[in-house]
């Protein structure tokens, strides 16, 4: 089921509500993407190995798909994004799910963990940092070749430019330690741009307010049981960023995809929907 949720005035989202396959689900899932992509990025063999065991949630962030873009008329920060997700659990009527968060969504789900921990059964963080940490040891940050390509963010392009650009940038983001399909990539963005009806570059999330942050030292606090995905070769958030993460995380852990960088591509869809379930399983609320 698809639907539109009002979360501001004259701001609305896309969202998708995916019916449980299996016998006995679980409470839902909810999965909040990273800056910039559309939740049509999480892939269709991921939701369907989800499905199996829970009903899963996947929404449009604003400016992107098909939700509101209107940054200068509306301009937001990353914390209102960390309530957008709390208001789409809203309006689908649930109260408490198992929320799953990539790279800026992992900063979403972080603030979610410190201001509405109720609604958490359960997080789980992937291919992203901890919230800042006064006195935290420095840690490496994005490759320079995506520090470069970032720069191009905003050039124009026709739509076979930017569709060449955007695969580009998965093939950076992807990494070396698995292969990488340009093809699977080109249809994954060719989706993505039919989704929203356009295909200019998403740059809202660049310049958003990025305040209220730092909050890392509130970490230490949380009880919702976390898990910390390692993906080692993700040039973005390389290692020992999950490693502080998860020490930063009070009663998280950590587990590791061999090969994953920071991209979801066939390779990885298996053992990453492994993780999330068991993580969902283990901290089922008991019957």
Do not use: K
């Not at 198992?98 to 900063?107: F, L, R, T």
């Not at 963010?153 to 580009?168: M, N, S, Y």
């Not at 230490?220 to 998860?246: C, M, Q, R, W």
């Amino acid at each position: 089921m698809e639907r539109y949720v009002d979360v501001a005035p004259g701001v609305r989202l896309w969202a998708e509500d995916i019916a449980p396959t299996g016998p006995r689900p679980g409470e839902p899932l909810l999965l909040v993407m990273g800056a910039g992509s559309s939740g049509l990025v999480w892939p269709d063999a991921l939701l369907g190995l989800l499905a199996e065991r829970h009903r899963v949630i996947r929404y449009d962030h604003r400016d992107t798909g098909r939700s509101t873009a209107a940054f200068d008329e509306h301009p937001y920060g990353i914390t209102d994004l960390a309530g957008d997700a709390l208001a789409v659990l809203d309006a689908f009527d649930v109260p408490r799910a198992h929320v799953v968060g990539m790279a800026m969504g992992g900063m979403l789900v972080q603030l979610m963990l410190l201001d509405h921990p109720e609604r958490l059964a359960s997080a789980t963080l992937f291919c992203t940092g901890a919230l800042p940490l006064p006195g935290a040891p420095e840690l490496p940050g994005p490759d320079q070749a995506l520090l470069r390509l970032w720069g191009e963010l905003d050039d124009p392009r026709d739509l076979e430019g930017e569709l060449r650009w955007r695969v580009e940038h998965w093939r950076l983001l992807n990494g070396s330690g698995t292969l990488f399909d340009d093809h699977e990539f080109r249809a994954l963005e060719e989706r993505v741009i039919a989704h929203t009806g356009r295909h200019d570059p998403v740059v809202a999330h660049a310049h958003m307010d990025t305040s209220g942050l730092e909050r890392g030292a509130e970490l230490a606090a949380v009880t919702v049981p976390t898990l910390v995905i390692e993906a080692p070769e993700d040039p973005a958030y390389p290692p020992p960023n999950s490693g502080h993460l998860v020490r930063t995380i009070g009663h998280a852990r950590m587990v590791r995809i061999p090969g994953m960088g920071h991209t979801i591509n066939r390779t990885v869809t298996s053992p990453l929907a492994a993780a999330i379930l068991t993580q969902t399983t283990h901290t089922a609320a008991p019957a």
